[in-house]
């Protein structure tokens, strides 16, 4: 028999959900019946397409707001709007992402910066924005996507690991600032999931290592990795269904591994 989670009628943000990881979590909101609003970037059509399916799938109210991670009044912009259209914020998954692979001496410092600012900064900017909502309702749910490169490094990813890193740093300390406001913080730490982000990455270390990239996958990707199997959506899915539940009020400031065993060894 399919949990209840409690959920029904919540409303919630998930950035970076026009595609992989992020829209597969919105997609498990909806389906509990959570509002939601959808962000991220992409073709405008095939955005509201998919937006409309949700929506249809799913019986909920999804809207999608294109603000720009890298710009901290539009990520500001996206929180008010969640909380005009739906009249309460209950659930903020700061899951926002991008990647790049290079030496550090041929590391683009501009690559860096935007790395740092929408992979790390804009779940700062969107706590901040979200944070007195959810302290006026008295119960809030903030779940931060930070990765195994959160709690351990590989080469060639100083951004990424720096960025995830701060992820996991900062989701510690805003828990124990909001530790008895019932707003729970917590991050999901995966190894590799098969998304859109991590099929560039299979071409760009074959392309820095000068490997095929059938060998990128098994002695680069999936190297860490004990189980020698990508996570699933549907498992990643099940973990924040718990954390943003009842079941899940004592979880906060933790750093959940979801890896195969990656950060065990």
């Known amino acids: 028999m399919a949990r209840d989670y409690g959920l029904k009628g919540q409303a919630a943000i998930v950035t970076g959900s026009t595609s992989g990881i992020g ?26 397409a998919e937006r409309a399916e949700l929506a249809a799938e799913t019986g909920v109210r999804v809207h999608y707001h294109g603000a720009d991670m890298t710009h901290p009044v539009e990520v500001a912009e996206m929180v008010g709007f969640a909380q005009a259209e739906f009249g309460r914020l209950d659930i903020l998954v700061n899951n926002a992402g991008i990647q790049h692979v290079a030496a550090v001496e041929d590391f683009p410092p501009e690559k860096w910066d935007q790395i740092i600012a929408i992979n790390l900064s804009s779940a700062f900017h969107a706590t901040r924005a979200a944070v007195p909502i959810m302290k006026a309702q008295g119960r809030g749910r903030i779940v931060n996507l930070a990765s195994a ?117």
Request: net charge negative; aromatic share 6%; glycine share 10%.
């Open 23 to 48: 829209h597969a979590l919105a997609r498990s909101l909806a389906l509990e019946g959570v509002d939601v609003v959808l962000n991220g970037l992409g073709d405008p059509v095939q955005i509201e």
């Open 149 to 265: 490169h959160g709690l351990v490094a590989s080469p060639f990813k100083s951004a990424y690991v720096a960025a995830k890193h701060g992820v996991v740093g900062f989701t510690k300390s805003v828990a124990l600032e909001l530790v008895r406001t019932n707003i729970t913080v917590n991050a999901i730490c995966p190894g590799y999931v098969r998304t859109p982000l991590v099929e560039a990455q299979i071409a760009d270390q074959a392309k820095t290592r000068g490997i095929p990239e059938a060998r990128v996958l098994d002695e680069v990707i999936l190297a860490a990795q004990p189980n020698k199997r990508f996570v699933e959506y549907d498992e990643l899915a099940g973990l924040l269904l718990y954390l943003v539940s009842d079941l899940g009020a004592s979880a906060t400031g933790a750093a959940f591994s979801l890896d195969g065993g990656w950060t065990a060894t």
